[in-house]
């Protein structure tokens, strides 16, 4: 399990964003500086996901992340380009596609 935390200044205050991956599937939270508990999203707003991207792409850079989880992300956000993604989204990358650790191309 990794979890991948960023924040971002709101108009309510700072704003902290958690994304953890356990067992191939991605799962949100997110928490107000002076909230206590962290509240899940389900299903996460595309924003968010774009976020995540960005933040593995940096990771990736320095060697901290597979490729393998940009290439999903990348895969689910080209997949569904419309409002319907917040509806639609399971939360799970990889394997609903048929994207799995045979589908890889060797290096």
């Known amino acids: 399990m990794e979890a991948h935390e960023w924040h971002?200044?709101?108009?309510?205050?700072?704003?902290?964003?958690?994304?953890?991956?356990h067992s191939?599937?991605?799962?949100?939270?997110?928490?107000?500086?002076?909230e206590p508990d962290w509240?899940?999203?389900?299903?996460?707003?595309?924003?968010?996901w774009v976020e995540l991207r960005d933040i593995l792409w940096r990771k990736y850079q320095r060697k901290r992340c597979p490729w393998i989880w940009i290439e999903d992300i990348d895969k689910l956000l080209a997949d569904e380009p419309d409002a319907e993604f917040l509806t639609?989204?399971?939360?799970?990358?990889?394997?609903?596609?048929?994207?799995?650790?045979?589908?890889?191309?060797?290096?």
């Not at 971002?8 to 991956?21: D, K, L, N, Q, S």
């Not at 191939?24 to 002076?34: A, R, Y």
């Not at 989204?89 to 048929?98: A, C, E, Q, R, V």
């Open 8 to 21: 971002e200044r709101t108009e309510e205050g700072v704003r902290y964003w958690r994304a953890t991956h």
């Open 24 to 34: 191939g599937k991605w799962f949100f939270q997110t928490t107000l500086k002076t």
């Open 39 to 48: 509240n899940r999203l389900e299903p996460a707003p595309r924003a968010v």
């Open 88 to 107: 639609q989204n399971p939360l799970h990358i990889g394997k609903k596609k048929g994207i799995g650790f045979d589908d890889r191309k060797p290096i």
